[in-house]
């Protein structure tokens, strides 16, 4: 498979500098085989994201009205300007491409994917899942402390090879072309990634969707020796049906407490569940839009204080952005809301694990904070860490925090396996 051939089927010509090809024959490469893979985006994309920005017409504000009603119009022109005019997307490129990529087509897509391996061959294997409005990005502050703990104050035995799939319909995989890439397709192209890397056992990390990604792993592959989440959507109904079991009320007046700082922030899902295509089309034609529905969820999901700035650096925040906008993939990520709201018939899975040791971190900021007691009714918990500080987007706002308690979870599992 030529390289123009694989940047054809996952739809980035324009994004990239190689020339359109004929894709191999049927009976040519092997079908399962792994591609390198080296982002390189085409200078006139980029040309044209400085031309749209400047260009963009900003609506008015309320004046000191802030983040109330959106994403603050003073942060918002701040960030545009340094995305037009400062930001250097070469740099950051170089910072992803110093990893080792690849691709490979799994269910009629390209699924694209870091896999960066630990120099000790004996290192769990760790599949690391991304959500919306996520990345692979995400995870370029933890990779390096996974495969190489001895440079980052740990110890050999906590060494993890690293695996990242751009989920499909995000960033550099795929776009599917037919409904149904529900949570479970996406997780059965990871699972077959698996397949072929060779792995006889690994573990898996996620928040958001790819905490949902993260347990149905765990669930459908026996491979899996543990999960760790940083993402929970467990409620009363499902820790004992017709019984709730009451929280404490620390736990009560935490969660009320959260869910009224985010009772403004949950049309997102609403709109994305429902009209994807018709949001897709303004995000897709206007960067200044894309950064706005993007960083009010920043906003709204992280550990702040008050000062966005303080969470995230806005080269962070504009790679994560520029990955979508060059690869056209905010329409097709927030197909996968629309997909698990509008599930659709399946065959019969074979009946799902239920022992898959799970290790859960709560960072405040998070969208939602259920009880341990709530999850422990539907889960194997076997390690429940409540964070001191950080949200949602936890690998970027709180890397070190949230690797020491990965080391900690499967250190403890590899512990339990010692006679």
Request: glycine share 8%; charged share 20%.
């Amino acid at each position: 498979m030529t390289r123009s051939w694989l940047l054809a089927a996952l739809g980035i010509l324009g994004a990239c500098s190689a020339p359109p090809a004929a894709p191999p024959p049927s009976s040519g490469p092997d079908p399962k085989a792994l591609y390198p893979f080296k982002i390189a985006l085409d200078e006139s994309v980029l040309a044209d994201l400085r031309d749209r920005l400047s260009k963009t017409r900003f609506p008015d504000q309320i004046p000191g009205s802030g983040w109330t009603y959106g994403a603050d119009l003073k942060y918002l022109v701040e960030l545009c300007q340094y995305w037009r005019a400062g930001f250097d997307w070469r740099a950051q490129e170089r910072r992803l491409n110093a990893f080792d990529q690849w691709t490979t087509m799994i269910d009629g897509l390209p699924l694209h994917f870091i896999h960066q391996k630990s120099k000790h061959p004996s290192a769990t294997p760790l599949v690391l899942v991304h959500g919306w409005p996520g990345s692979v990005a995400e995870f370029a502050r933890v990779i390096r402390p996974l495969t190489d703990p001895e440079s980052f104050g740990g110890k050999a035995e906590d060494a993890f090879h690293v695996i990242c799939p751009s989920l499909p319909g995000f960033g550099f995989s795929g776009k599917p072309q037919e409904p149904g890439w529900d949570v479970g397709r996406i997780s059965a192209t990871i699972l077959e990634l698996m397949n072929r890397l060779g792995y006889p056992k690994y573990g898996v990390q996620g928040g958001d969707w790819g905490a949902a990604v993260a347990t149905w792993l765990g669930q459908n592959d026996p491979r899996v020796i543990g999960i760790h989440l940083n993402f929970l959507t467990v409620g009363p109904q499902d820790a004992a049906p017709g019984v709730p079991i009451e929280p404490s009320p620390e736990e009560s007046d935490r969660m009320k407490r959260r869910a009224q700082e985010l009772q403004d922030h949950r049309a997102y899902g609403a709109i994305q569940a429902t009209r994807p295509l018709t949001l897709g089309t303004a995000l897709n034609d206007s960067p200044a839009g894309l950064a706005a529905w993007v960083v009010d969820k920043f906003w709204a999901w992280s550990d702040h204080g008050g000062n966005l700035d303080s969470s995230f650096s806005r080269d962070e925040i504009l790679t994560n952005l520029t990955i979508y906008w060059a690869t056209q993939s905010m329409p097709s990520s927030m197909r996968l809301y629309y997909e698990g709201q509008h599930p659709r018939p399946r065959a019969p899975e074979r009946e799902i694990r239920r022992d898959v040791p799970v290790g859960v971190a709560i960072f405040p900021k998070e969208l939602t904070l259920p009880p341990r007691k709530w999850a422990e009714k539907v889960l194997h918990i076997v390690r429940w860490t409540e964070m001191p500080r950080g949200g949602h987007f936890a690998a970027l706002e709180q890397p070190g925090l949230l690797v020491e308690d990965v080391r900690a979870f499967f250190r403890e599992l590899r512990q339990e396996k010692k006679p």
